[in-house]
């Protein structure tokens, strides 16, 4: 177990992303921001985080945030394969938020972020999910992973399986190969999978030749990818 | 409990799409009123085709009384997240009101800790009011309720979706206009919904916004629709399906539109009572942007879930109900 909550540079991180940030808030919606953050580093539980957290859009906007490569490669040399490529505004804000969300206590912390997945919409799944490489107590998240897998949100899947480091280095060899087969499943480019390669398991391999032999059965078509993972699948 | 009995040709399948849907083909409706959670994905596909873009689910009742404040949480949460999401599928932009229903107010312990759970939910994304609000049995539980939560509305700067009662409907819906403008609601923010010919002079001349529930046997019929926006005009008035567990109609705002068209109505009338109203009565949230179901339509490509099988880009998971043959 990890006795500290972040096992990267967490207050680096917030350095590379306050400047974008800026860039993509209006002069109203940065001031906004400013009295929202004085107010919560003096408020007492959560009620102040959460609220801001729910808010961020309306200030945020949606708008894609190009990031150049280099911010791109300094931001993964922190927290390696995290590469917000096509984020919009208001999930990078969402990230930037919960950098700073009270995180000493592990159990208050695990407690609050718990709730706001057990409460969040649509799109604060999506962003939640996109952020988990970044949260504080990284081992405490694996079943809330292995629960959003079970999701059928298309968006929220995407957010785990798609170019997200926290799976392939946190989930259990039976959580991973579910995120993988559900991938098969539901269609996703499984190419984008972060660790696809490198946690690759005879077990999986034999659930994907299972599965090829189940769709032949039925006279439907068989994934021409199932081959990166098992070669011996017969397309 | 009808007067229409079922004939042969009633129970035959219908081959091709009705005959009202070529009335309407190209026109655009908002259904501010629809439970889908109790519909099926066959009525948003229907939907889809009739072309409703947008819709609102307002919280309401689910059939029986809840037991604890964690199915209410987890209700408003499905409002929010999946409901949206199977929404989109069919490129339907899916909005929500949260709020504590007339009926389950009445239970006292309960409603205290749903009260703390809304602001959870009130600031979320899409939710575009409080609702539906106001009575049932017209108790003092209700009102209470009621009265707390025009409150919440006010601060929030959120519109009000007022549920008025089936009994007793004339007082009870006067009451409630009474109440939101003693807490010192707008009546521009406040929209009164299931109306009907004894309810609506009032509620048009009070400045609040009245809506319609073409439902059929208890709420409002479609031709008596069409003989009130002749009386009435379509200033403030808008029409809703409130389709829910019920025998009730997702169509109904499409159906009304065509009825309308058919009997002469001008189609401007027609366009604000079935999609204009609603936009500017809700979009008073800020939550409501029309461009968010024109892109809709894309980023459902990319959502796109179904089942065991793999879709790839454009395919639509269609099914040919008419098919014998499941594939």
């Known amino acids: 177990m990890t006795h500290q909550p972040y096992l990267y540079d967490q207050q680096a991180l917030l350095g590379l992303l306050t400047p974008l940030l800026i860039t993509q808030l209006q002069e109203k919606g940065l001031a906004w921001l400013q009295q929202q953050q004085a107010k919560a580093l003096i408020s007492e539980g959560f009620q102040q985080w959460n609220l801001t957290f729910v808010a961020l859009p309306r200030h945020a906007g949606k708008q894609t945030v190009v990031l150049a490569d280099d911010q791109l490669a300094a931001m993964a040399r922190l927290v390696p394969g995290f590469t917000p490529r096509h984020w919009p505004a208001d999930r990078l804000a969402r990230a930037w938020w919960l950098l700073q969300w009270p995180a000493a206590s592990q159990e208050a912390y695990v407690r609050s972020i718990s709730t706001l997945f057990h409460t969040g919409s649509m799109e604060e799944l999506t962003a939640l999910y996109s952020c988990l490489p970044l949260l504080a107590w990284p081992e405490s998240w694996v079943a809330q992973t292995a629960e959003g897998i079970r999701s059928n949100i298309g968006d929220v899947l995407e957010a785990i399986m798609l170019h997200n480091p926290y799976p392939a280095r946190y989930l259990p060899v039976p959580a991973w190969n579910q995120l993988v087969l559900k991938a098969f499943f539901t269609g996703k480019p499984v190419v984008e999978i972060t660790g696809l390669q490198e946690r690759n398991n005879p077990d999986l391999q034999q659930m994907l030749h299972d599965y090829a032999a189940e769709r032949k059965a039925a006279g439907r078509t068989v994934d021409p990818q199932l081959s990166l993972l098992a070669s011996q699948v017969l397309l | ?327």
């Open chain 2, 1 to 327: 409990m009808c007067c229409n009995p079922l004939s042969e040709q009633s129970l035959q399948p219908q081959a091709q799409e009705p005959l009202y849907l070529d009335k309407i083909k190209g026109m655009r409706f908002f259904d501010p009123h629809v439970h889908m959670t109790s519909r099926t994905t066959d009525d948003y596909q229907a939907m889809a085709d009739a072309g409703v873009a947008a819709i609102i689910e307002p919280s309401f009742w689910l059939g029986q009384p809840r037991t604890g404040v964690d199915t209410f949480k987890d209700y408003f949460s499905s409002l929010v997240g999946w409901e949206r999401f199977r929404a989109s599928q069919f490129g339907i932009k899916h909005y929500c009101t949260i709020g504590l229903n007339s009926k389950e107010a009445n239970n006292e312990a309960l409603a205290e800790q749903v009260m703390e759970v809304l602001p959870l939910f009130m600031y979320k994304e899409g939710v575009v009011g409080i609702g539906e609000i106001g009575f049932d049995d017209q108790t003092a539980l209700e009102e209470k309720y009621y009265r707390a939560q025009l409150n919440l509305a006010r601060e929030a700067g959120l519109p009000v979706q007022i549920h008025t009662p089936h009994r007793d409907k004339k007082r009870g819906t006067q009451r409630s206009m009474d109440i939101a403008l003693e807490h010192g609601l707008d009546p521009k923010m406040v929209i009164v919904d299931h109306n009907n010919e004894e309810t609506v002079q009032e509620v048009l001349d009070r400045g609040f916004w009245a809506a319609f529930t073409i439902y059929p046997f208890t709420k409002m019929g479609n031709e008596r629709m069409v003989a009130l926006v002749k009386q009435y005009g379509s200033e403030r008035i808008m029409v809703n399906s409130a389709a829910d567990w019920g025998i009730s109609d997702p169509l109904a705002v499409p159906k009304t539109a065509a009825l309308m068209h058919e009997s002469g109505i001008d189609l401007n009338d027609i366009h604000l009572v079935t999609y204009r109203n609603a936009i500017t009565a809700f979009a008073q949230s800020g939550q409501i942007n029309e461009a968010d179901w024109e892109s809709a339509a894309v980023v459902d490509q990319r959502e796109k879930f179904n089942g065991s099988s793999i879709l790839r880009g454009g395919q639509q998971p269609r099914v040919d109900k008419h098919n014998k043959i499941i594939r």
